[in-house]
């Protein structure tokens, strides 16, 4: 018995919620079979904040609305450059007060939709240092009141000129580290596996291959 945690019922499977149909896509070819989840298109409001404080609000949301338990994640692409830099004196505060709005405001989807993948190379014309991550926090709220569990999966990479099919966020823009290609230019399969979502579901799946859930299907949900 010892080691075993105790099972926890859940009264219907965990809804994956997002309003963004590549993520789902993604999600559904990196869990397969391995995590039971139905899935649900909301598009929650752009919140503003740290990524990990978003994703939990994201999954507090979602788990009221569906009334039951819920998976959702924030992802954010995240700049070195515009986080490094030295804090010296009371103008350099400033400076850095300003990019760490950017910074929030970056990850916005409607910051990408505006600026676009020339904006966000342009973001980074007075840096050398054209390196990034791109980071996914997954948020598991058991149920409305819970307080959600985070799992956290990075990539780093750099920021290049465009390339490759503009069908998903800045995937054109971004090379991980270790390949010549972008994640836009990429097979899926390749990008899911090494990705921050790839990383962040990997720890999900051990997740839920430890806990003890129950799921208590009565048809009823
Ligand atoms: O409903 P949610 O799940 O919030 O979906 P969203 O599209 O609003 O997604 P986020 O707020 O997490 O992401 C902010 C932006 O990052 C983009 N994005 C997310 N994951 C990405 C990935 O793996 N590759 C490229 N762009 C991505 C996404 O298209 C948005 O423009
Ligand atoms: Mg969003």
Redo the contacts with the bound molecule.
């Keep these: 018995m010892a080691g075993t945690p105790a099972v926890r019922m859940l009264p219907k499977a965990v809804t994956f919620v ?3 149909a ?2 789902l896509e ?1 999600v559904r070819a990196i869990l397969g079979t391995s995590v039971p989840f139905q899935s649900l298109k909301l ?2 409001p ?1 919140l503003q904040g740290e990524p990990e404080d978003i994703s939990k609000e ?1 999954a507090r949301m979602a788990a009221s609305k569906v009334n039951g338990p819920v998976l ?6 995240c700049f070195n450059a515009l986080k490094g830099l030295p804090v010296f004196n009371g103008f350099a505060n400033l400076f850095v007060l300003c990019l760490e709005i950017l910074h929030i405001w970056m ?3 409607w910051f ?1 939709e505006k600026i676009g993948h020339e904006g966000l190379n342009n973001l980074l014309k007075a840096y050398e240092d054209k390196s990034a991550y ?1 980071m996914c926090i997954f948020s598991l709220a058991l149920g409305p009141g819970e307080e959600p569990i985070t799992f956290v999966g990075k990539t780093p990479g750099i920021i290049v000129p465009a390339r490759g099919p503009s069908d ?4 054109p823009v ?1 090379q991980p580290d270790g390949f010549e290609q972008t ?1 836009a230019e990429m097979p899926k399969s390749v990008k899911n596996q090494i ?3 790839g990383r962040a579901l990997a720890l999900v799946k051990e997740h839920f291959a430890s806990a003890n859930y129950t799921i208590q299907n009565d048809g009823s949900a």
């Design positions: 997002t309003g963004n590549k993520k993604e598009d929650p752009e994201k959702v994640e924030d992802t954010c692409l990850n916005r989807k990408l791109a998903f966020g800045w995937d971004f994640y990705s921050h979502r």
